[in-house]
C-alpha cells in the first residue's frame, strides 16, 4: 500500500546539523523534528471541524517550536542553559504532552483513522533524510523519543558545572545532580513506554521500514543509559557522602557497568554510520570503559581490606584494571568529542573528578607495596570478576494518557447523525 516514504540524504531535506554542539555531560541525540500534515485534507470528511482544527493547532505548534528552537536545544551553553534553554525545553515537553491525548483518538479501539494521515518527521541518525508513513502510531513512537530527547538534554543543562559564587572552580550543585536523577528516569519511562506498549502496535513490515532513530535496540540502548547515567550520579552522591560504605559504592559502580554494557549490545549492530550515529556510538562505549574503571576500583579496594596474601595480589590487580580502564576511557573520551558534531567535555567533576585522581594514586601506592608488576595484557587476564549485582533502578513507570474527552463527544456526534 505504499505505508512509508523514506527520503535518502542526497535529496537534500530540511535536516539540521550543527558542526558543534558545545559541552557535554549527556549525550542528547539529534531531535527528529516534525513536518507540517494537512490534517482537514486527510481527515476532513471524517471528523467535525473542531477535533480537526484542534489537532491542527496542537501539531502545528510543535512543527514551528521544535524547528526553530532545535539549534538553541541541541548547541547546550552554560550561559543560555540558564536564561532560557530551560524554559524552551519545558514548553515543547508541555506542547507534546497536550498534543498525545488527542493525537490518541485516531488509534482509539483500533479506527482505521490511524491509518489515514501521512505523517512526516526529518531523521538524524538514520541515512534516509526523512521518514513518512501512513500509521497515528508511528507519530505515537516519534512524539515519545522526542519527549524522552527533550528529557536527557534537560539533564545535560542540570549537568553543565557553574562558576560558583565563592570563585571556586565550576561544580554542579547537589540539588541539580538530585533532580537529574528524576529526569534520567523520567526519560527511561518514555523509551520503556515505547518499547513496550508502542512498537508491537506497528505491523512487522512497519517497524522494518523505521527509521534507526526509532529502531528497538536505540531506544533500549537510550533508557538503559539514562539509567547509567543516573546511577552515576548516585555514587558521586555516596562518594560525597560520610555514611556511604565502600560496599554501597561497589555495588552502584556495578550497576553502573551492567547499565551500559547493556547499552552497547543494543547498539552495537545497528547501522549508525553517519555522524550522530557513531557519536552516540563513541559515547556508549565510553561510558562503559569509564563505568568500569570505577566498578574495578572500588573492588580493589574492597578486596585489600582482606588480610590474606592472595586477596591482596587481587586487590593489585583490580586497581591495576582500574588504572588501565581509566587510561583507555580518557582516549575513548577523545574520540566521542572529535566525531561530528564535535563537542566538548565541561569541567571535571563528580565521581570522575574524584577517581581520575584517587585511582593514579591509590594504584601505585599499592604497586610499590606489591612488587609482582604486570604488563596489561597480564592484568586484564589476572583481574578478578566483578560481583553480579541486581540492578535496582527502573524506569518511572509512564503510561501513554487517556484519549482525549473531545472524542467522547465527536463518538456522539457521529452517533446522531
Same mark, same amino acid.
Given at each position: ?24 555531560s ?17 481527515l ?28 538553541t ?12 534553554? #530551560?524554559?524552551?525545553? *519545558?514548553?515543547? =515537553? @508541555? +506542547? !507534546? ?6 493525537? $490518541? /483518538? &485516531?488509534?482509539? %479501539? ?11 518527521w ?6 534516509a ?36 559564587l565563592?570563585g ?10 538530585r ?12 523509551l ?11 505491523p512487522a513490515?512497519q ?9 528497538? #535496540?536505540?531506544?533500549? *540502548?537510550?533508557? =538503559? @543509559? +539514562? !539509567? ?6 548516585? $555514587? /558521586? &552522591?555516596?562518594? %560525597? ?65 582482606g ?12 586497581l591495576?584494571?582500574?588504572d ?15 566525531a ?14 574524584? =577517581?581520575?585522581?584517587?585511582i ?20 586484564m ?10 540492578l ?16 467522547d ?9
Amino acid at each position: 500500500m505504499g505505508c512509508f516514504v523514506s527520503t535518502p540524504q542526497e535529496t537534500g531535506g530540511n535536516r539540521r546539523r550543527p558542526g558543534n554542539i558545545g559541552e557535554v555531560s549527556v549525550f542528547v541525540p539529534g531531535l527528529r523534528i516534525p513536518k507540517p500534515v494537512d490534517f482537514s485534507l486527510a481527515l476532513g470528511d471524517h471528523l467535525s471541524k473542531t477535533l480537526v482544527e484542534r489537532l491542527s493547532a496542537l501539531r502545528t505548534r510543535i512543527v514551528v517550536m521544535a524547528g526553530q528552537e532545535a539549534p538553541t536545544i541541541t548547541r547546550t551553553r552554560r550561559k543560555t542553559a540558564t536564561q532560557h534553554g #530551560g524554559s524552551t525545553l *519545558a514548553d515543547l =515537553l @508541555q +506542547a !507534546l504532552e497536550d498534543y498525545l491525548p488527542v493525537l $490518541l /483518538g &485516531l488509534v482509539k %479501539d483500533g479506527s482505521t483513522l490511524q491509518h489515514k494521515v501521512q505523517f512526516i518527521w526529518v531523521n538524524q541518525e538514520d541515512d534516509a533524510e526523512e521518514t513518512a508513513m501512513f500509521s497515528a502510531w508511528y507519530e505515537v513512537l516519534s512524539v515519545l523519543h522526542l519527549m524522552a530527547t527533550l528529557s536527557l538534554s534537560q539533564a545535560n543543562l542540570l549537568l553543565l558545572p557553574r562558576t560558583s559564587l565563592d570563585g571556586y572552580s565550576p561544580k554542579v550543585s547537589e540539588e541539580s545532580r538530585r533532580s537529574s536523577v528524576d529526569v534520567f528516569l523520567k526519560a527511561a519511562g518514555y523509551l520503556d513506554c515505547a518499547v513496550r506498549n508502542v512498537l508491537p502496535q506497528l505491523p512487522a513490515e512497519q517497524r522494518r521500514n523505521l527509521p534507526v532513530d526509532l529502531a528497538e #535496540g536505540v531506544l533500549r *540502548a537510550l533508557c =538503559l @543509559q +539514562a !539509567l547509567g547515567q543516573a546511577v552515576d550520579i548516585q $555514587l /558521586g &552522591l555516596a562518594i %560525597d557522602s560520610t555514611k556511604a560504605t565502600l560496599a554501597v559504592k561497589r555495588r552502584l559502580a556495578c550497576e553502573m557497568v551492567k547499565y551500559w554494557q547493556q547499552a552497547q549490545d543494543n547498539i552495537m549492530n545497528l547501522p549508525l554510520s553517519n555522524g550522530w550515529g557513531e557519536k552516540h556510538r563513541l559515547f556508549v562505549k565510553w561510558k562503559y570503559i569509564e563505568a568500569k574503571a570505577s566498578a574495578y576500583y572500588y573492588h580493589g579496594l574492597i578486596l585489600d581490606e582482606g588480610n590474606t596474601e592472595k586477596s591482596h595480589g587481587m586487590a593489585v590487580a583490580a586497581l591495576q584494571a582500574a588504572d588501565e580502564y581509566l587510561k583507555e576511557s580518557k582516549k575513548a573520551c577523545e574520540a566521542f568529542n572529535a566525531a561530528v558534531p564535535l563537542s566538548r567535555n565541561p569541567p571535571l567533576w563528580g565521581t570522575m573528578k574524584y =577517581l581520575a585522581e584517587k585511582i593514579p594514586k591509590d594504584t601505585s601506592s599499592k604497586v610499590r607495596i606489591n612488587r609482582d608488576l604486570y604488563s596489561y595484557e597480564k592484568i586484564m587476564e589476572t583481574a578478578p570478576t566483578l560481583p553480579d549485582f541486581a540492578l535496582a533502578l527502573k524506569p518511572d513507570e509512564y503510561q501513554l494518557p487517556h484519549v482525549d474527552a473531545s472524542w467522547d463527544d465527536e463518538a456522539c456526534r457521529q452517533g446522531t447523525v
